[in-house]
Protein backbone atom coordinates (compact mmCIF):
# COMPACT_ATOMS: atom_id res chain seq x y z
CA UNK A 1 0.00 0.00 0.00
CA UNK A 2 2.55 2.36 0.43
CA UNK A 3 4.48 1.29 -2.56
CA UNK A 4 1.32 2.58 -4.52
CA UNK A 5 1.37 6.17 -2.81
CA UNK A 6 4.56 6.62 -3.52
CA UNK A 7 3.61 5.93 -7.18
CA UNK A 8 1.21 8.05 -6.88
CA UNK A 9 3.15 10.38 -5.58
CA UNK A 10 5.73 10.16 -8.10
CA UNK A 11 3.06 10.90 -10.56
CA UNK A 12 1.85 13.95 -9.25
CA UNK A 13 5.33 15.51 -9.68
CA UNK A 14 5.38 14.31 -13.02
CA UNK A 15 2.19 15.92 -13.40
CA UNK A 16 3.13 19.59 -12.48
CA UNK A 17 2.55 21.86 -14.51
CA UNK A 18 4.74 23.57 -17.00
CA UNK A 19 5.29 26.53 -15.42
CA UNK A 20 6.96 24.34 -12.77
CA UNK A 21 9.05 22.17 -15.11
CA UNK A 22 12.64 24.13 -14.52
CA UNK A 23 12.55 24.12 -10.52
CA UNK A 24 10.99 20.61 -10.79
CA UNK A 25 14.29 19.64 -12.88
CA UNK A 26 16.54 21.53 -10.49
CA UNK A 27 14.92 20.27 -7.30
CA UNK A 28 14.41 17.34 -7.63
CA UNK A 29 16.52 14.26 -7.20
CA UNK A 30 16.55 10.67 -5.64
CA UNK A 31 18.38 7.69 -4.51
CA UNK A 32 18.20 3.76 -4.77
CA UNK A 33 19.07 2.10 -1.38
CA UNK A 34 20.71 -1.23 -1.32
CA UNK A 35 22.55 -3.09 1.20
CA UNK A 36 26.11 -4.37 1.64
CA UNK A 37 25.27 -7.28 -0.88
CA UNK A 38 24.10 -4.80 -3.39
CA UNK A 39 20.19 -5.77 -2.14
CA UNK A 40 17.82 -3.00 -3.03
CA UNK A 41 16.70 -2.00 0.28
CA UNK A 42 14.26 0.92 -0.56
CA UNK A 43 14.70 4.58 -2.06
CA UNK A 44 14.73 8.06 -1.32
CA UNK A 45 13.15 11.00 -3.10
CA UNK A 46 14.33 14.74 -2.24
CA UNK A 47 12.66 18.19 -3.46
CA UNK A 48 13.43 21.22 -3.31
CA UNK A 49 11.33 23.92 -1.48
CA UNK A 50 11.13 27.12 -0.25
CA UNK A 51 11.43 26.09 3.30
CA UNK A 52 13.96 23.71 2.54
CA UNK A 53 14.60 19.82 1.27
CA UNK A 54 11.95 17.69 1.71
CA UNK A 55 13.42 13.66 2.31
CA UNK A 56 11.15 10.90 1.90
CA UNK A 57 12.75 7.73 2.61
CA UNK A 58 11.01 4.39 2.21
CA UNK A 59 12.81 1.02 2.95
CA UNK A 60 12.26 -2.54 2.22
CA UNK A 61 13.55 -5.89 3.72
CA UNK A 62 15.67 -3.67 6.61
CA UNK A 63 15.53 -5.20 10.11
CA UNK A 64 12.81 -4.36 12.51
CA UNK A 65 13.38 -1.43 14.92
CA UNK A 66 14.55 2.28 14.76
CA UNK A 67 17.09 3.04 12.40
CA UNK A 68 19.19 6.40 12.15
CA UNK A 69 18.77 8.26 8.90
CA UNK A 70 21.21 10.82 7.42
CA UNK A 71 22.72 12.42 4.62
CA UNK A 72 25.97 11.39 3.99
CA UNK A 73 28.47 13.98 2.32
CA UNK A 74 30.21 11.80 -0.67
CA UNK A 75 27.75 10.25 -3.16
CA UNK A 76 29.97 7.14 -3.17
CA UNK A 77 28.31 3.63 -1.85
CA UNK A 78 30.71 1.24 -1.73
CA UNK A 79 30.29 -2.08 0.09
CA UNK A 80 30.31 -3.51 2.71
CA UNK A 81 30.88 -0.85 5.40
CA UNK A 82 30.02 2.26 3.08
CA UNK A 83 33.08 3.87 4.70
CA UNK A 84 33.27 5.63 1.01
CA UNK A 85 30.08 8.24 2.04
CA UNK A 86 32.18 9.75 4.03
CA UNK A 87 30.50 11.53 7.08
CA UNK A 88 27.50 13.31 7.70
CA UNK A 89 26.37 16.44 4.99
CA UNK A 90 27.51 19.44 7.34
CA UNK A 91 28.71 22.56 5.45
CA UNK A 92 27.94 24.24 8.45
CA UNK A 93 30.75 23.02 10.17
CA UNK A 94 28.33 21.80 13.33
CA UNK A 95 28.65 18.84 15.30
CA UNK A 96 25.91 15.86 15.44
CA UNK A 97 22.87 16.58 17.11
CA UNK A 98 19.44 18.09 17.53
CA UNK A 99 19.83 17.70 21.09
CA UNK A 100 23.60 18.66 21.04
CA UNK A 101 23.70 22.48 21.85
CA UNK A 102 26.64 22.52 18.70
CA UNK A 103 24.67 21.03 16.84
CA UNK A 104 23.10 19.59 14.02
CA UNK A 105 24.58 18.70 10.58
CA UNK A 106 22.97 19.54 7.85
CA UNK A 107 22.27 15.77 6.89
CA UNK A 108 20.69 14.78 10.62
CA UNK A 109 17.31 13.41 9.99
CA UNK A 110 14.69 11.61 12.33
CA UNK A 111 15.15 8.25 13.19
CA UNK A 112 12.89 5.69 11.10
CA UNK A 113 10.63 2.92 12.73
CA UNK A 114 11.22 -0.25 10.48
CA UNK A 115 8.13 -2.46 11.12
CA UNK A 116 7.63 -6.17 11.08
CA UNK A 117 7.29 -6.87 7.56
CA UNK A 118 10.67 -4.70 7.23
CA UNK A 119 9.32 -1.24 6.25
CA UNK A 120 9.36 2.38 7.11
CA UNK A 121 8.74 5.33 5.82
CA UNK A 122 10.88 8.40 7.17
CA UNK A 123 9.17 11.87 5.75
CA UNK A 124 11.21 15.38 7.15
CA UNK A 125 12.49 18.75 5.95
CA UNK A 126 15.98 19.71 5.85
CA UNK A 127 15.16 23.46 7.28
CA UNK A 128 17.47 25.53 5.12
CA UNK A 129 18.97 22.88 3.05
CA UNK A 130 19.56 23.74 -0.64
CA UNK A 131 19.69 20.74 -3.35
CA UNK A 132 21.52 22.63 -5.79
CA UNK A 133 22.51 26.01 -6.86
CA UNK A 134 24.33 27.37 -3.63
CA UNK A 135 28.31 26.88 -2.80
CA UNK A 136 26.87 24.76 0.42
CA UNK A 137 24.58 22.47 -1.70
CA UNK A 138 24.15 18.93 -0.98
CA UNK A 139 24.70 18.14 -4.84
CA UNK A 140 28.05 19.08 -4.82
CA UNK A 141 30.88 17.55 -7.20
CA UNK A 142 31.12 14.91 -5.11
CA UNK A 143 27.71 13.96 -4.42
CA UNK A 144 25.97 12.81 -1.30
CA UNK A 145 24.21 9.46 0.12
CA UNK A 146 21.32 8.53 1.89
CA UNK A 147 22.35 6.52 4.47
CA UNK A 148 20.34 3.88 6.86
CA UNK A 149 21.82 2.88 10.25
CA UNK A 150 21.62 -0.35 11.71
CA UNK A 151 20.68 1.31 15.26
CA UNK A 152 19.18 4.53 16.18
CA UNK A 153 20.70 8.17 16.23
CA UNK A 154 20.58 8.98 20.13
CA UNK A 155 20.32 12.83 18.39
CA UNK A 156 23.66 14.23 19.81
CA UNK A 157 26.90 12.02 20.54
CA UNK A 158 29.13 13.63 17.76
CA UNK A 159 29.66 12.95 14.72
CA UNK A 160 27.31 10.24 14.11
CA UNK A 161 24.55 9.68 16.87
CA UNK A 162 26.60 6.10 17.81
CA UNK A 163 23.68 4.60 15.66
CA UNK A 164 25.86 1.57 14.74
CA UNK A 165 26.95 0.44 11.37
CA UNK A 166 25.82 1.60 8.01
CA UNK A 167 23.12 -1.18 6.84
CA UNK A 168 22.05 0.59 3.50
CA UNK A 169 23.50 3.34 1.22
CA UNK A 170 22.03 5.12 -2.15
CA UNK A 171 23.88 7.78 -4.25
CA UNK A 172 21.83 10.58 -4.76
CA UNK A 173 21.17 11.80 -8.43
CA UNK A 174 19.71 14.63 -9.46
CU1 LIG B 1 24.84 8.23 9.03
Known sequence: MRVSALILGMAAITAAPLSAAPMAMKGGAMADLVDAQGQTRGHAMLRQEKDG?????????????????????????????FKSAGGHWNPGMKQHGHDNPAGQHMGDMPNMTVGADGTGTLETVIAGGMLAGSDTSLLDADGAAVMIHETADDYKTDPAGAAGARIACGVIKG
Open 53 to 81: IHVMVHAVGVPAGIHAVHIHAIGTCTGPD
